[in-house]
């Protein structure tokens, strides 16, 4: 209440006195830090919003299991998606990029790891996804699609690069579907279409790190969301 009259202040004593009860479950600890990092993006004190963001996180990674074994596991999922998602966006514009990396990668791991019934691994760093790519002799290109910003991250042995892409997941959705239609179902010739939904995606997604690729170089595409249904090679 205190939150939707504007009474930022009143507010954020609440979080805290929530915070400070040592009876607080994980769930709800988890809701607070969520909440006290969202006021403190909105004020534009963005070390206060990741310093918070950063503490649910903290908070998920050690007590997952617990806070999704409720009514609510879809609604839970659902919300903290829509968390990693303002999480990584702070972290952007704090110039963090390669932790927005290992945040962005974090969601799906344990996503992933929760629908096989396993232990989520613990979050890797940079210099991990850099090895992988020296190991594999490959350039990994590493799609994050959010609802208002989406980014690329191109990982070679030496280096990660930051991506900022021109578009977002209400874009390219229907972009997908439509190119996939083309092909599946029309059983087109995409290269005969001129200016069509494999052309936007095209200028969209591969445009822009096509010129950090070395020529001749081996890629592995990492997909978000309507990616995952995206066919890179045609």
Do not use: C
């Not at 915070?19 to 006021?39: F, I, K, M, Q, R």
């Not at 617990?66 to 972290?91: A, H, P």
């Not at 396993?118 to 890797?124: I, L, T």
């Not at 280096?159 to 059983?187: C, D, H, W």
């Amino acid at each position: 209440i205190a939150v939707g009259r504007g009474q930022t202040g009143d507010a954020t004593k609440l979080y805290e006195e929530v915070l400070a009860d040592s009876t607080t479950p994980p769930a709800l600890a988890w809701d607070v830090h969520v909440e006290l990092g969202n006021l403190g993006a909105s004020a534009g004190d963005l070390n206060a919003a990741s310093q918070h963001y950063r503490n649910a996180l903290d908070v998920i990674e050690h007590t997952r299991s617990e806070l999704l074994n409720t009514d609510y596991r879809l609604s839970f999922l659902t919300r903290l998606i829509r968390f990693y998602e303002r999480y990584i966006d702070v972290l952007v514009e704090r110039g963090e990029l390669d932790e927005a990396l290992t945040v962005a990668d974090s969601i799906r791991a344990r996503v992933l790891a929760e629908r096989h019934g396993v232990a989520a691994p613990p979050r890797p760093s940079a210099a991990v996804f850099r090895r992988a790519a020296q190991d594999m002799r490959s350039v990994f290109v590493f799609y994050w699609i959010g609802s208002t910003r989406s980014y690329a991250w191109l990982v070679t042995g030496d280096r990660v690069r930051f991506i900022p892409l021109e578009t977002n997941a209400g874009a390219i959705k229907p972009l997908v579907e439509q190119y996939r239609n083309t092909i599946v179902t029309s059983l087109a010739d995409p290269l005969a279409a001129q200016g069509g939904a494999g052309d936007t995606l095209f200028q969209q997604l591969v445009q822009p790190v096509a010129a950090a690729i070395p020529r001749g170089a081996r890629v592995v595409i990492v997909p978000d969301g309507a990616l995952n249904i995206l066919n890179f090679e045609t």
